[in-house]
C-alpha cells in the first residue's frame, strides 16, 4: 500500500493546530484554517479543503460551506492581488458599475477572471461597509473610498 503524499505543508499543519487549540470545539477554527491555507497558496484546492476538513474532524461539505459563504476564501486561482469591488446598493446608485467595467477593461478580463500576468483578479463583493464614500472597492487589505477613473489608474499603473 503506498502512503498518500501530504497535502499541506506541515507549517500549514502547525498553524491550523495552534488555531484549533483557542477554541473547545476544532470547527470552530474553519474560517482561520482556510486563511491559513489560503495565506500560502492564493487560493483553496478541493485538496487542500478535504485535507482541512480531516484535521478539524468535520466533513468536507460542512467545511465548503464555510468556505463558499465567506467571501474572502477563494475556491479557484487569484492573481496576486485581488480587487474586489462593492456592488451593493450604495456603490451601484454611485458608479459601481463604471469602476467594474473600467477594472475589467484595463485589465482585459471578466469578473472572476485573473489577469494574463497573473497579477490581478476582479471580483464583486457585496458591501464593504463604506457606503458614504462609495463607490469603493478593496485591492488586497486596502480600502480605497470615492473610486474614480483616476483611481483605478492610479492603482493599475496609469
Given at each position: 500500500m503506498t502512503e498518500k503524499p501530504a497535502v499541506l505543508t506541515a507549517v500549514e499543519i502547525e498553524e491550523i493546530t495552534a488555531?484549533?487549540?483557542?477554541?473547545?470545539?476544532?470547527?470552530?477554527?474553519?474560517?482561520?484554517?482556510?486563511?491559513?491555507?489560503?495565506?500560502?497558496?492564493r487560493w483553496v484546492?478541493?485538496?487542500c479543503l478535504i485535507a482541512v476538513a480531516e484535521l478539524l474532524d468535520i466533513s468536507p461539505a460542512q467545511l465548503e460551506g464555510v468556505a463558499t459563504f465567506?467571501?474572502?476564501?477563494?475556491?479557484?486561482?487569484?492573481?496576486?492581488?485581488?480587487?474586489?469591488?462593492?456592488?451593493?446598493?450604495?456603490?451601484?446608485?454611485?458608479?459601481?458599475?463604471?469602476v467594474q467595467e473600467r477594472?475589467?477593461?484595463?485589465?482585459?478580463?471578466?469578473?472572476?477572471?485573473?489577469?494574463?500576468?497573473?497579477?490581478?483578479t476582479v471580483l464583486p463583493i457585496v458591501c464593504l461597509g463604506a457606503c458614504?464614500?462609495?463607490?469603493?472597492?478593496?485591492?488586497?487589505?486596502?480600502?480605497?473610498?470615492d473610486v474614480t477613473d483616476d483611481v483605478i489608474d492610479e492603482i493599475l499603473g496609469g
Open positions: 488555531e484549533m487549540s483557542h477554541y473547545a470545539d476544532k470547527a470552530a477554527a474553519s474560517i482561520e484554517a482556510l486563511k491559513i491555507v489560503q495565506k500560502y497558496r484546492s478541493d485538496d465567506y467571501n474572502l476564501i477563494y475556491r479557484q486561482p487569484v492573481g496576486r492581488t485581488v480587487i474586489h469591488y462593492c456592488n451593493s446598493v450604495s456603490c451601484w446608485i454611485m458608479g459601481s458599475e463604471q477594472l475589467c477593461r484595463r485589465l482585459n478580463v471578466e469578473p472572476g477572471e485573473m489577469s494574463a500576468d497573473g497579477e490581478y458614504d464614500h462609495a463607490p469603493v472597492m478593496l485591492v488586497g487589505d486596502q480600502l480605497r473610498h
